[in-house]
């Protein structure tokens, strides 16, 4: 399987359209799409953040797929169900996907107000947009960032977001920590798995430290482009430093694709290549140290690495978080309170930290984790 990595230092986007076009050229991209009309981009649209943030897919990136799409006589579709209950319209705005929309007369889809179909995987059942399956192919435009709880996010997690809204939050109810969760995020890229699926990953400025919001933007200065989900995730969550074999939802995936490690193809010059000094090193010993003790050295070890959600002086009382915690473990007491929260209720789920449009979440950590996540 061939994972297409290129340098772009900046959101050029003659030099996007270009590795783009070269991608979908070696993997026969247009005679698979020979008879699909309507093509779904699927951004990232974590929230109401601007291109500069690097938290959202950068609407030069999809400007360039949205112009190779046409040339291909392709009818193009946006759609996404930004996280928690930030309101739509301003994820649109703020993101500039509202003005590429109305620039390139796009169909823009909100997931979370149209039709679901239900679907069972396992013993997980997931209501996913109906959009999906009316277009007759994806084209997944993710963004290259670390994440608090699944460590790293990009093009199978990017397909999270074909939840509508709030159901979303439902999972991590249910499913609160990094494992269990990881058995959704596996659960669902099976299903999408039916659906011809294209990947790309805007890696040109991304995230590192506490994503998938509240990191620090870096220039990686990179995209990526796969046939394969997994395999283009397996590859740039190496790339980042990771040993991608010790996140559970990327072993998992890769495997359903019926793939090795050994049959990822990238250049020469990608194969052993690392970014320098990536903040996820604490994360990435916490991973390994997790992965070989003993289950009651785990317990202990929970007992003694602490993480939870505080709040700081940037709140502006928008409310929600509040409204998006699965477990309602968040109240304002008062017009104009700060936000509380009930840590006997929280479940750590830290959605609260991904949906803050402020950055007024921080996780406080005990000793221990401080010095594993730095
Ligand atoms: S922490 Fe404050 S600013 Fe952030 S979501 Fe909650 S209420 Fe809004
Ligand atoms: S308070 Fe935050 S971390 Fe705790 S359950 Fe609610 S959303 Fe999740």
């Known amino acids: 399987m061939k994972i297409h ?14 590795f783009m076009a070269e991608a979908a050229d070696k993997d026969d991209l247009w005679q698979q799409l020979q008879d699909c009309h309507n093509i779904l981009i699927k951004p990232n649209l974590l929230g ?6 690097a938290i959202t897919t950068h609407p030069a990136v999809l400007e360039s797929l949205i112009l190779l799409l ?87 997690k990017n397909l999270y977001g074909l939840i509508p809204g709030l159901k979303k939050s439902d999972y991590h109810k249910y499913y609160p920590d990094n494992a269990s969760f990881s058995r959704v ?10 659906r011809f699926i294209y990947s790309f990953v805007d890696g040109i400025w991304g995230m590192e430290g506490e ?13 990526f482009a796969s046939l394969s989900a997994a395999a283009l995730d397996w590859t740039a969550a190496r790339m980042m430093g990771y040993d991608p074999g010790r996140i559970s939802y990327l072993a998992a995936t890769l495997q359903m694709d019926d793939l090795q490690p050994s049959d990822l193809e990238v250049e020469d010059k990608w194969r052993d290549f690392i970014f320098p000094d990536v903040k996820i090193k604490g994360i990435s010993r916490l991973i390994k140290f997790l992965a070989h003790s003993p289950a009651f050295l785990k317990n202990s070890f929970r007992r003694i690495y602490r993480y939870y959600p505080d709040f700081n002086e940037n709140c502006k009382l928008c409310g929600v978080c509040v409204t998006s915690c699965p477990v309602q473990a968040i109240r304002m007491e008062g017009t104009g309170s700060t936000p509380v929260i009930d840590y006997k209720t929280c479940i750590k789920c830290l959605c609260c930290h991904e949906v803050c449009p402020y950055h007024a979440v921080y996780i406080k950590k005990s000793l221990l984790a401080k010095f594993l996540i730095k």
């Open 211 to 223: 994503g998938p919001s509240a990191g620090i933007p870096r220039n990686f200065g990179t995209m």
């Open 5 to 18: 990595i290129a340098q772009i230092k900046e959101y050029d986007s003659i030099v996007i359209r270009q």
């Open 70 to 156: 046409r040339e291909h006589g392709k009818e193009v579709w946006l759609g996404d169900s930004p996280g928690g209950t930030n309101p739509v319209n301003r994820v649109w705005q703020a993101t500039g996907i509202k003005d590429l929309a109305e620039k390139y007369s796009c169909q823009l889809l909100n997931f979370s107000s149209g039709n679901v179909r239900i679907i069972k995987q396992g013993n997980i059942e997931f209501s996913l947009t109906d959009y999906f399956w009316q277009a007759d192919a994806i084209i997944s435009v993710g963004k290259y960032k670390t994440h608090s709880l699944m460590y790293y996010t990009g093009a199978v």
């Open 185 to 194: 995020l596996a659960s669902l890229y099976e299903i999408c798995r039916q």
């Open 48 to 53: 109401p953040y601007p291109p500069s943030a």
